[in-house]
């Protein structure tokens, strides 16, 4: 299930950025947070299961200042994605997890995190003022947050820490060279990067991923625009529609006489590393992969990076969207010292270093708007812009349901296969069909 | 028996009858059943059950097997597997062989060459596996260039549904073939030397040499290296995993990719555990199919 969220205007970005003050760096920590009283668990120690990426170092990174400031020792694990998406399920479903915080991804475990009622309610500990940091706002969420971490009884048991947007980043060069301003619709992007491709000069008009289960996101920022939900309401799929299957088309044609040879077995790094040699034009990915662009040892096109918001579909405007938070593990002894954590982490302190560093984007509309956050982003002003355009059109990149694993794996295989020559149409009917039992039997 | 025993050995031996030896045992029964035969029982045990991770689980029999039955996906590998195999057994040996006959001649430097060739079989399957990622690249990789150079156009390796075999066969054949060629040098240099002489006298040319007393006398040792091999092959994970995953789309899913993929990223205990078993009886299937053909070779070894 797909969800729109209200739209931000700029003016709104300024009232609250406004409000939310100035003030970044560590000093601001103790002044802000005062009237909770960080102490109470001195001496507590805490685990904490990470997925190992750029949230995740930038907490380690500064682990200390929270031990510092709580009194609460830390054992900090960050393990690679696919690896700790495994290691928490299995450490959950036997009933006595290892660990007391855990870091989960919402658009692969939102719904089987809430099956199995892993994670505690967050209310209790947000209802006591003594632990609670009233810096903290639940509101203070984007509305796709927000709905990334309540469950359909409303109830709060995780707190988001970072979205995703897809946006595409495009080579200002090649576009220039070509005379083309970049493309405001689908159509006009598969029409520049027609142009823009000259296999004779080794360049190509865009790229992305073509590799089975990575390869997803790609796809549903073409359905997101085709005004495709891939499940619908009461599970229907929707995945054999008109809307669907023109989507697939884009995709196939874009990925097999646009691209690069040899992108059906691509992933982001391969697709990063057409980009930063400066032989494609487009890449479309998440807004977490700027950083090497922008860096000269890395990259051949610094300062050349256009950042685009995904153009106009036939029938939405939608920029696929991603994120991952932090929740406490129902079977916890330690929930209250585990909730401080998680509070410190969310900190705007934290949240901001995550969007300076471009490592990540916060959920929290304040950190975004603030004009004293932003001025220490190390990324190009196009790529913040981009981040506010993405949000004010951020529909979920992946189905809600339980088997979103499978949902990837079929469908990617489905899409690899369009890439090879086989029939979306055909493609899509088989991945349905495959894919409908497995949906109805994870939710009966 | 001679003679009739003395009571008092009598007696000892019937402490041994009756279990004075035991503890010297348990340990070696203990791991073996909680190392080897409970996980196995375990496994048989979980492939009756409808078992999601993070639901309940429930009794179904044989449900999992059937399912198999009708699965596309798990023929597909079966087949996919077997190709594997059979090419990455085949081409380490030969190449071993070849490379064994090499160094089985007296050079400078033998020592100091053969240490290098050994060492692709030291490194990490994963950190191998990133580098020929690279190597694999279309546009990037030096795989390509080195095939401009001879005029031959790019080809796409592993990102090919038609080519990611043969080239995951490839580095497979890369980082075996020296584990093949210790065996046979080992076999090589254990040969006698009359044969040769004889042959010598006979006046058999070097091929005739090779065609008739070498190649017949390595057999044994041929086999042993291809049973090696075969089951290694056979279980092959980690570098079909790290460069591709199994892709593109499935081309190159083997039954342990598969296995892993419905058990670890399904989270679907029950279904992996019923392909983890019928995995389990075609390794020892093949594995009884080649102990065969080492018995049928074992007497060319009594003559020699």
């Known amino acids: 299930m797909i969800r729109s969220f209200g739209r931000t205007t700029r003016r709104q970005f300024l009232v609250t950025g406004v409000a939310a003050g100035a003030g970044v760096g560590m000093p601001f920590v103790r002044r802000a947070l005062a009237a909770t009283n960080w102490r109470k668990f001195d001496g507590t120690s805490i685990e904490v299961s990470m997925i190992k990426s750029p949230r995740g170092d930038i907490i380690q990174k500064n682990l200390k200042a929270f031990e510092d400031l709580t009194g609460i020792e830390v054992g900090l694990e960050q393990v690679p994605e696919q690896q700790q998406r495994q290691k928490s399920v ?63 009884q409303g109830e709060l048991r995780s707190l988001p820490i970072s979205v ?18 970049f493309p405001q619709t689908f159509d006009a992007l598969i029409a520049a990067a027609e142009k823009l491709t000259d296999p004779a000069t080794g360049t190509y008009g865009f790229v992305a991923r073509g590799m ?6 790609v796809w549903a920022s073409f359905l997101l625009g085709y005004g495709v939900e891939p499940v619908g309401p009461g599970l229907q799929l929707n995945t054999t529609s008109e809307g669907a299957l023109a989507a697939t088309r884009m995709y196939q044609h874009l990925l097999t006489k646009t691209a690069p040879p040899g992108t059906i077995g691509f992933n982001w790094n391969e697709c990063q590393a057409a980009f930063l040699q400066g032989k494609a034009a487009m890449w479309l990915d998440g807004v977490g992969f700027a950083p090497p662009l922008e860096d000269p040892t890395k990259s051949r096109v610094v300062g050349k990076v256009g950042y685009a918001v995904m153009p106009k579909g036939p029938q939405a405007h939608a920029s696929a969207t ?40 916060p959920f929290r509309k304040s950190v975004l708007a603030d004009q004293t956050v932003r001025q220490g982003v190390k990324m190009p002003a196009a790529w913040v812009d981009s981040v506010i355009g993405s949000a004010e059109v951020s529909k979920f990149g992946l189905p809600v349901v339980v088997p979103v694993t499978e949902f990837r794996d079929i469908f990617g295989i489905a899409l690899t296969n369009t890439l090879s020559g086989a029939d979306p149409k055909d493609e899509l009917q088989k991945a349905t069909d495959q894919f409908r039992p497995i949906l109805e039997k994870s939710e009966a | 028996m001679v003679g009739r025993p003395a009571g008092g050995s009598r007696r000892r031996r019937l402490n041994w009858h009756s279990g004075g030896y035991m ?30 991770v993070g639901a309940e689980r429930s009794f179904i029999g044989l449900a999992n097997y059937a399912r198999l039955f009708s699965d596309e996906r798990f023929f597909e590998a079966t087949g996919r597997t077997l190709l594997y195999t059979f090419l990455s057994v085949l081409l380490p040996l030969i190449f071993g062989t070849i490379a064994a006959l090499v160094f089985h001649e007296e050079f400078p430097l033998r020592g100091f060459l053969r240490g290098i060739v050994v060492m692709p079989m030291m490194a990490t399957p994963v950190a191998i596996a990133l580098v020929w990622t690279m190597m694999f690249h279309p546009q990037l990789g030096i795989l390509n260039y080195l095939l401009s150079l001879l005029g031959i156009p790019p080809q796409l390796w592993v990102f090919d549904p038609g080519t990611v075999i043969p080239s995951l066969v490839l580095v497979e054949t890369w980082q075996w073939t020296p584990l093949v060629m210790l065996v046979v ?21 070097w091929f005739q040499r090779l065609r008739f007393i070498t190649l017949p006398m390595i057999v044994p040792f041929l086999v042993v290296a291809a049973f090696l091999r075969g089951v290694d092959a056979l279980k092959s994970f980690d570098i079909i995993f790290a460069i591709t995953q199994g892709g593109p789309g499935t081309a190159s899913e083997t039954i342990n990719i598969y296995l892993y993929l419905q058990a670890f990223s399904f989270n679907d ?8 078993v019928i995995f389990m009886v075609l390794v020892v299937a093949l594995t009884l199919i080649l102990l065969w053909l080492r018995g049928c070779t074992g007497w060319r070894e009594a003559q020699g």
């Open chain 1, 90 to 152: 299995v450490e959950f479903s036997s009933g006595r997890p290892s660990f007391d915080v855990c870091h989960l991804s919402y658009h692969v475990q939102k719904r089987l995190f809430e099956k199995g009622r892993w994670l505690a309610d967050l209310k209790p500990f947000l209802d006591d003022p003594e632990l609670r940091d009233p810096n903290l706002d639940p509101e203070d969420f984007s509305a796709a947050g927000k709905a990334y971490a309540t469950n359909e």
């Open chain 1, 164 to 181: 995703d947007y897809w946006i595409i980043y495009w080579n200002k060069d090649l576009f220039q060279k070509a005379g083309l301003e």
């Open chain 1, 212 to 217: 089975k289960n990575a390869n997803l996101p």
């Open chain 1, 322 to 361: 991603f994120g991952d938070g932090l929740g406490i593990a129902d079977a916890s002894q330690n929930k209250e010292a585990a909730f401080l954590f998680l509070q410190w982490a969310l900190s705007k302190p934290l949240q901001a270093q995550l969007l300076q560093t471009g490592s990540g984007v």
């Open chain 2, 23 to 52: 503890p010297f045992i348990w340990p070696a029964l203990l791991i073996t059943l909680a190392v080897i035969v409970f996980p196995w029982v375990f496994t048989g045990w979980m492939s009756l059950q409808n078992w999601q």
């Open chain 2, 185 to 205: 040098l080992g076999g090589l240099a254990s040969l006698p030397s009359e044969p040769y002489e004889s042959a010598l006298i006979d006046g058999a040319t």
């Open chain 2, 269 to 276: 205990m029950g279904y992996g555990s019923a392909i983890a």
